[in-house]
Antibody, heavy 119, light 108 residues
């Protein structure tokens, strides 16, 4: 059974930094690209970032490019999102998800972790 | 950047058919994927690559895609289908994932 468990969500001040983690199990982690998707409370889904199976390719939404960094440790079956220069509009539930082999849709999702950016 | 447009809500009576559109420029040339999200839960894929269904998703869920509109169709709607539905594509011209704004399915 595929399981994705996010952690690291907390309340942080504007301008602060935070690292989210996602622990994966139930599939061969180093065979698949992974993504982060966020959802502000009461709002829709927003794709944030994608990392290829080997970490060699990364993509970012324009809203986070230059502030967020996605990475993975295949030896630990873990995905990360380093977030810096946080803004109130970054407040959201952050979901990690497994991408399909073509890296075009997201077939398994975690339950999410809440990041609140507030003074 | 590529934009997907969905109506905020669609209402349907139990037992009837719900159709949720997703508009995008020449979306028929892209692969469209649909997610269902119930309150307090993570999204889950219900249709991928326009019309494929994951195991465990009822045959009542189907998808189509042509021209400038993709459509998620739910036949014989049940109360348990009430949820938010999001369409999604991968925009290869920008290497960005793109979600529609979401449609709340209301079962009357």
């Amino acid at each position: 059974e595929v399981q994705l468990v996010e952690s690291g969500g907390v309340v942080v001040h504007p301008g602060g930094s935070l690292r989210l983690s996602c622990a994966a199990s139930g599939f061969t982690f180093n065979d698949y690209a992974m993504v982060w998707v966020r959802q502000a409370p009461g709002k829709g889904l927003e794709w944030v970032s994608l990392i290829s199976w080997d970490g060699g390719t990364t993509y970012y939404a324009d809203s986070v490019k230059g502030r967020f960094s996605i990475s993975r440790d295949n030896s630990k079956n873990s995905l990360y999102l380093q977030m810096s220069s946080l803004r109130p509009e970054d407040t959201a539930f952050y979901y990690c998800a497994k991408a399909d082999r073509a890296m075009v849709y997201f077939d398994y999702w975690g339950q999410g972790t809440l990041v609140t950016v507030s003074s | 950047s590529y934009v997907l447009t969905q109506p905020p809500s669609v209402s349907v009576a139990p037992g009837k058919t719900a159709r949720i559109p997703c508009g995008g420029n020449n979306i028929g040339f892209k692969s469209v994927h649909w997610y269902q999200q119930k309150p307090g839960q993570a999204p889950a894929v219900v249709i991928y690559y326009d019309s494929d269904r994951p195991s465990g998703i009822p045959e009542r869920f189907s998808g189509s895609n042509s021209g400038n509109t993709a459509t998620l169709t739910i036949s014989r709607v049940e109360a348990g289908d009430e949820a938010d539905y999001y369409c999604q594509v991968w925009d290869s011209s920008s290497d960005h994932g793109v979600f529609g704004g979401g449609t709340k399915l209301i079962v009357l």
